[in-house]
């Protein structure tokens, strides 16, 4: 079974300081894929990025960045330089490739972002 | 171009009553999924289909819950009758074959009283 655990509930910032939401996973496959989904507080999910178990190559968009580490079962995503219009919840995500299981995805429970002016 | 598209967006009835939710995903995207999003358990995957073919319904909570597609451009989710522990915001997501991420509508919140 996969499961993914977003260890921090709930982080605040102050504006333009740096901040990383966790996320750890477990699953059995060999091939899978991960996400980051944010939830605005007007509630609609919106996709941020996707990442395949065999590429773990960092990657950076903009003032977002994530760190996927196969070895301790980890993709971290990083907002530099904080701004309000970021305090949302995250989810991060994951996907096994199993077409019979039709790849369903498993969320974590989501960090609540509080970005302070 | 257009995203998914849920109806309604807000939702309130009494108990007893029959709700139903409506999606139209994504043009060409031939995976269809209903979750159920509530404090207390998070974002739940109820159902899911492929090719308008419902493949898994392990997560739809009891009978009182059902879920067609009838064609590929619309989904309904019909809970019959309401309690009011099926509160919650119900999101509809689609996306194409081949582990492309999945794209959410903006959800329905629906209140049982």
């Known amino acids: 079974a996969q499961k993914v655990t977003q260890a921090q509930t709930e982080i605040s910032v102050v504006e333009k300081e740096d901040v990383t939401l966790d996320c750890v996973y477990e699953?059995?496959?060999?091939?899978?894929?991960l996400f980051w989904y944010k939830q605005p507080p007007s509630g609609e999910l919106v996709f941020l990025i996707r990442?395949?178990?065999?590429?773990?190559q960092n990657e950076i968009s903009g003032r977002y960045s994530w760190n996927f580490q196969k070895s301790t079962s980890s993709f971290n995503f990083t907002i530099t330089a904080s701004q309000v219009v970021d305090s949302a919840v995250y989810f991060c995500a994951l996907s096994e490739r199993q077409e019979t299981s039709g790849s369903r995805l498993t969320f974590g429970e989501g960090t609540q972002l509080t970005v302070n002016p | 171009d257009a995203g998914v598209i849920q109806s309604p967006r807000h939702e309130v009835t009494e108990m007893g009553q029959e709700v139903t939710l409506r999606c139209k995903p994504i043009?060409?995207?031939?995976?269809l999924f209903w979750y159920r999003q509530t404090m207390m358990r998070g974002l739940e995957l109820l159902i899911y289909f492929n090719n308008n073919v419902p493949i898994d319904d392990s997560g739809m909570p009891e009978d009182r819950f059902s879920a067609k597609m009838p064609n590929a451009s619309f989904s309904t989710l019909k809970i019959q009758p309401s309690e009011p522990r099926d509160s919650a915001v119900y999101f509809c997501?689609?996306?194409?074959?081949?582990?492309?991420?999945?794209?959410f509508g903006d959800g329905t919140r629906l209140s049982i009283l």
């Open positions: 990442r395949n178990s065999f590429d773990e």
């Open positions: 043009s060409g995207h031939d995976y």
């Open positions: 997501a689609s996306r194409k074959t081949g582990n492309q991420p999945q794209h």
């Open positions: 699953t059995r496959d060999t091939t899978y894929y």
